[in-house]
């Protein structure tokens, strides 16, 4: 059988009512033992989840409690806390220096590789006059009139 553990109960008390109503008083009774071990086991599962849910939740306590000994709140207001010093940072910013508190990266040390300038097909080189790039634009009726 497969599900969980309540479907597996509804399963064979479901058998059990069917083998009681067909008159099978020994297939009611072997469901019925069925059933009832996985209530049992059903039961004893949740109190265990239930005692470790309690024992997390008075761990979680103690720890809270052991948190506020240790960082008593100062006072309600956040801005009343210790605020970071920016003066510094706005004197390297002025000194030309903005990349303060960077590490260097080896791919930062590392010059840039030179790009090689693309080559023109060959047959460009080969041909100049079928190169379209290199023909003169053809002169336009309007440009024509205009001389």
């Known amino acids: 059988m497969r599900g969980t553990p309540q479907q597996i109960i509804e399963k064979y008390q479901m058998l059990t009512r069917d083998a009681q109503l067909s008159g099978d008083r020994v297939a009611a009774e072997n ?9 049992r086991l059903l ?9 470790r849910r309690e024992q997390q939740d008075a761990e979680a306590a103690a720890r809270r409690e052991r948190q ?12 009343s806390g210790d605020q970071p010093d920016v003066s510094s940072h706005a004197l390297e910013v002025q000194d ?3 990349d303060a508190g960077l590490v260097q990266t ?4 590392a010059p840039k590789p030179q790009r090689r300038p693309r080559k023109k ?4 080189l080969d041909n100049p ?5 290199d023909q003169p634009v ?5 440009e024509k009139a205009a001389e």
């Open 106 to 109: 080896p791919e930062a040390e």
């Open 68 to 79: 506020q000994e240790n960082n008593p709140p100062e006072s309600s207001d956040p801005a």
């Open 43 to 51: 039961g004893e599962a949740q109190r265990e989840m239930n005692a």
């Open 138 to 142: 053809a002169e336009t009726n309007s």
């Open 96 to 98: 030309g220096r903005s």
């Open 31 to 39: 469901f019925q033992q069925h059933a009832e071990h996985y209530t």
């Open 121 to 124: 097909p060959q047959q460009a």
């Open 129 to 133: 006059s079928e190169n379209a790039a």
